[in-house]
């Protein structure tokens, strides 16, 4: 049996990918946090606004919400303050989130899909993610779209 040393070189490849292409998986999980926050904001309104058509209505819970779950809760929402008289700002508010919330949240979803454990991934290139490159003689290595490349050697 003989030894063998093993040496792994951890090269970064630099990927065909726009620089401006990036999809951070902090943002996706704060701007998917913002809405279920704001969510839940127009529900304890709602809940205040109309105390007897809401009495019913059991505890929501606004963390991990799907596209279903954002769609029927605005619905619920919308259609318990129709016939109130409620400023126009909340009224846009609640058009808005109808609007656009459930297709946010679903699109976060696909996002956190390709990100997986990764930071971040180019929108042109799911399979590269951003790292700082060591490239210029000024050192000011910039994120650019990369793979990371393993190769042993054995000796």
């Known amino acids: 049996m003989s030894l063998q040393t093993v040496f792994t070189d951890g090269a970064k490849i630099e990927a065909n990918a726009n ?3 990036f999809v951070w998986g902090k943002s996706i999980k704060n701007n998917k946090e913002r809405i279920e926050s704001h969510l839940e904001e127009l529900w304890i309104y709602t809940q205040q606004v109309a105390k007897e058509e809401m009495k019913d209505t059991s505890e929501l819970v606004f963390k991990s919400m799907d596209k279903e779950k954002v769609k ?3 619905e619920t929402i919308d259609h318990t303050l129709k016939s109130k008289k409620i400023p126009s700002k909340i009224r846009q508010k609640i058009d808005y989130a109808k609007k656009n919330w459930p297709a946010y949240v679903e699109k976060y979803e696909k996002q956190q899909e390709i990100l997986k454990s990764r ?3 180019s929108k042109t290139d799911p399979d590269a993610s951003f790292m700082r490159m060591k490239e210029d003689h000024m050192r000011n290595g ?3 779209a990369a793979y990371k490349y393993r190769e042993s050697v054995h000796h």
Do not use: P
């Open 19 to 21: 620089r401006y292409t």
């Open 72 to 74: 029927s809760v605005i």
């Open 119 to 121: 930071n971040s991934y």
């Open 142 to 144: 910039q994120l650019k």
